[in-house]
């Protein structure tokens, strides 16, 4: 099909003028227009696929992503090393911690259940640490790519703390009171639970459900290298 066009015609709904984008070398920026809350929440495998993946992308355009985890385990098939922790080594600005426990609270998974209260209120404790560092911060302007997060980012990913305040190793009014401490200029993203967080609803901007239809789990697909851990 032959095209017409002239070549400095615009192309609309075409941000990129129809080119496919070639890769730059990720440089330390700002971004112009942070500062919602997101959540990410439901029975269906991805929430911290899809948010890690939004933080992959922050930190390609040259922004700083930190991303703490609440609670994070899984069958015995799960091995302790991870392939997102790999990755996000070796990219340039965006960095993690897991400061909850590591296994499932209520999961029979050889954890302590006794500590799963206190890592989750550790957690809290460093997320709180974490805002007032990117308050301290200019949000403005851009932040190293190797800097330490306690000096400041522009996203930051609470990657299962819904599941945390669902089975109550913290209370609602503990992730609303994060939510109070954020800066403006920052972006919040809270993951987590399969019971939909209502007490959120009036709080964020962005309320995500990501649903099973089908998973391979059911018929007893074990955790595979790759795709779940």
Known sequence: MSDDRADDAPIENTPGQGRTPEPERIEPAAPEAFGLVQVWWGDGKGKTTATLGMGVRAAGHGYRVHM??????????????????????????????????????????????????AEAQAG??????????????DLGEPIALDAD???????????EILY???RGLLSESDVHDLIDAKPANLEMVLSGSHTEPAYLAERADL???????????????????GTEF
Not at 149 to 158: A, E, K, N, T, V
């Open 207 to 225: 309320i995500t459900n990501v649903r099973k239809v089908k998973h391979p789990i059911d018929d007893g697909q074990r955790a595979r290298r």
């Open 124 to 137: 809290l404790e460093r997320a709180h640490e974490l805002l007032g560092a990117a308050d301290d911060a």
């Open 164 to 166: 945390a305040a669902d």
């Open 68 to 117: 703490l985890q609440f609670m994070k385990g899984g069958a015995s098939s799960v091995e302790a090393v991870r392939g997102e922790y790999n990755a996000i080594a070796a990219m340039p600005g965006i960095s993690y911690e897991n400061l909850g426990h590591y296994g499932w609270h209520g999961m029979a998974d050889g954890s302590d259940e006794s500590d799963h209260e």
């Open 149 to 159: 997060p306690d000096s400041g980012m522009h996203m930051l990913i609470l990657d």
